[in-house]
């Protein structure tokens, strides 16, 4: 029997989705927010549409949880596509200053533009929108200095949406965490589970936490990852070698929680998501 699928799309959701377009439509700038350990996977697939022609500033959050070697991976490879990355460590402060200095050249061509055509010039308004738990209320409090917009390691803190004046030349909106309506692709869905970029309610432990062993298996080629795949085995005390991801878990449930197989999903899981793990890119650019 195959597991069901992960799937969300609580009434919220829709409704932070139908006030964020109305809210589009008054803002010049857009701060997408990503995940650095998964930046494929919480890149919500309508977003392009949604922004249209306004300028956007790409943010890899977390990038003190990724290794070196995978940020500069990503760089080349999404700059090569195009785009200008911007790495930050919302939780410290690292990297913040580019993200203002990115908004802020986009208010000043937009005010460039409202001088040409007899207009006062005014503040950019941005928005920053992305998946849940990402950390966009971490990075606005940053950009503002202070601590303004509640932000946890929980998803769904941010519910409402409301503007927040960062300087003279730039005023922010804090929009509620947007996921696609459905996730078709099940490994992307795993991914965010397994980072906790989704709502707790809508997953299995047990099958997220084999999942991820088994997705740093995969990956224990790769010199991005492979510290992981060592890490599991020192922290643990137990090979991941020869086991699928779910005898693993159950081999550590036996080993270290009389045989509870959801407690030692759950350590896997927060080890992970608190760094004990080490710094693991759970994605790498497609070759």
Same mark, same amino acid.
């Given at each position: 029997?195959?597991?069901?699928?992960? #799937? /969300?799309?609580?009434?919220?959701?829709? @409704?932070?989705?139908?006030?964020?377009?109305? #809210? !589009?439509?008054?803002?010049?700038?857009?701060? =997408?927010?990503?995940?650095?350990?998964?930046?494929?996977?919480?890149?919500?697939? #309508?977003?392009?549409? /949604?922004?249209?022609? @306004?300028?956007?500033?790409?943010?890899?959050?977390?990038?003190?949880?990724?290794?070196?070697?995978?940020?500069?991976?990503?760089q080349a490879w999404l700059r090569a596509a195009g785009e200008t990355p911007y $790495?930050?460590?919302?939780?410290?402060?690292?990297?913040?200053?580019?993200?203002?200095?990115? %908004?802020?050249?986009?208010? &000043?061509? *937009?005010?460039?533009?409202?001088?040409?055509?007899?207009?006062?010039?005014?503040?950019?308004?941005?928005?920053?929108?992305? $998946?849940?738990?990402?950390? @966009?209320?971490? !990075?606005?409090?940053?950009?503002?200095?202070?601590r303004v917009v509640e932000s946890a390691r929980r998803a769904g803190v941010t519910?409402? +949406?409301?503007?927040?004046?960062?300087? &003279?030349?730039? =005023?922010? *909106? &804090? %929009?509620?965490?947007? *996921?696609?309506?459905? +996730? %078709?692709?099940?490994?992307?869905? +795993?991914? *965010?589970?397994?980072?906790?970029?989704?709502? =707790?309610? %809508?997953?299995?432990?047990?099958?997220?936490?084999?999942?991820?062993?088994?997705?740093?298996?995969?990956?224990?080629?790769?010199?991005?990852?492979?510290?992981? $795949?060592?890490? +599991?085995?020192?922290?643990?005390?137990? &090979?991941?070698?020869?086991?699928?991801?779910e005898s693993y878990i159950a081999a550590l449930a036996e080993q270290r929680y009389?045989?509870?197989?959801?407690?030692?999903?759950? #350590?896997?899981?927060?080890? $992970?998501?608190?760094?004990?793990?080490?710094?693991?890119?759970? =994605?790498?650019?497609?070759?």
């Amino acid at each position: 029997m195959s597991a069901p699928p992960i #799937q /969300w799309y609580p009434g919220h959701i829709a @409704k932070a989705e139908r006030h964020l377009l109305e #809210q !589009l439509k008054k803002v010049d700038v857009v701060l =997408e927010v990503r995940d650095a350990r998964i930046p494929l996977a919480t890149r919500h697939p #309508q977003v392009s549409e /949604w922004i249209g022609s @306004k300028d956007r500033v790409l943010v890899l959050n977390r990038v003190d949880m990724i290794p070196p070697s995978a940020q500069q991976e990503w760089q080349a490879w999404l700059r090569a596509a195009g785009e200008t990355p911007y $790495f930050t460590n919302a939780n410290q402060g690292q990297g913040i200053g580019a993200v203002a200095q990115a %908004a802020k050249t986009v208010g &000043d061509r *937009l005010n460039q533009r409202r001088r040409e055509r007899g207009m006062l010039p005014r503040p950019v308004r941005a928005v920053v929108i992305g $998946f849940p738990n990402v950390g @966009k209320s971490a !990075l606005i409090n940053r950009l503002l200095k202070r601590r303004v917009v509640e932000s946890a390691r929980r998803a769904g803190v941010t519910r409402q +949406l409301r503007w927040v004046r960062i300087s &003279d030349q730039l =005023e922010l *909106l &804090d %929009a509620p965490g947007v *996921l696609p309506s459905r +996730l %078709a692709d099940q490994d992307a869905a +795993l991914k *965010l589970a397994i980072c906790d970029d989704i709502g =707790e309610a %809508a997953y299995d432990n047990q099958r997220v936490a084999a999942a991820f062993v088994d997705l740093l298996k995969q990956l224990q080629t790769s010199p991005a990852a492979e510290d992981a $795949f060592q890490a +599991l085995q020192s922290r643990y005390g137990l &090979d991941p070698d020869p086991l699928t991801g779910e005898s693993y878990i159950a081999a550590l449930a036996e080993q270290r929680y009389q045989g509870d197989k959801e407690r030692a999903a759950r #350590q896997v899981l927060n080890d $992970f998501r608190k760094g004990n793990l080490g710094a693991i890119a759970l =994605e790498l650019p497609p070759s």
